[in-house]
């Protein structure tokens, strides 16, 4: 089975809800539709249960019960899931480092200015219209 389609949904993977949602309304007023996940185990189950795939994912590193970097192993080892971008958002002080070796497209460090997640996002998920 071929890899599933993509579509102009960004999934926002972050244990934190007040982060999470501002992220989703941000990318929503700007023409994504976007979802959240509290966590990865979460996110990989969103993930398995919808024929379509978001364009990207947003992911914080540090999470209750799976981890950013588990998480990414986890979609690694997916063939369908493999293919979706992911960049990782986190406050976590060495968060270059562990990006790297998470084979992720793009990291940024928390705060991270909303036009600037706004710029992220549009490099990989073209707004549609």
Excluded: W, Y
């Amino acid at each position: 089975m071929m890899g599933s389609p993509m579509s102009h949904h960004v999934l926002v993977v972050d244990d934190d809800p007040d982060i999470r949602e501002a992220m989703i309304e941000i990318l929503e007023e700007n023409g994504h539709a976007a979802t959240g996940a509290a966590n990865g185990n979460e996110a990989l189950a969103q993930l398995r249960a919808s024929s379509v795939h978001p364009c990207l994912i947003l992911l914080d590193l540090m999470m209750p019960v799976m981890d950013g970097p588990t998480f990414r192993e986890e979609q690694l080892r997916d063939p369908n899931l493999s293919p979706i971008p992911v960049i990782v958002i986190s406050a976590f002080r060495d968060v270059e480092e562990t990006a790297a070796k998470m084979q992720v497209a793009a990291h940024v460090k928390k705060p991270v200015s909303l036009r600037d997640l706004v710029d992220l996002v549009e490099r990989f998920c073209p707004s549609p219209g």
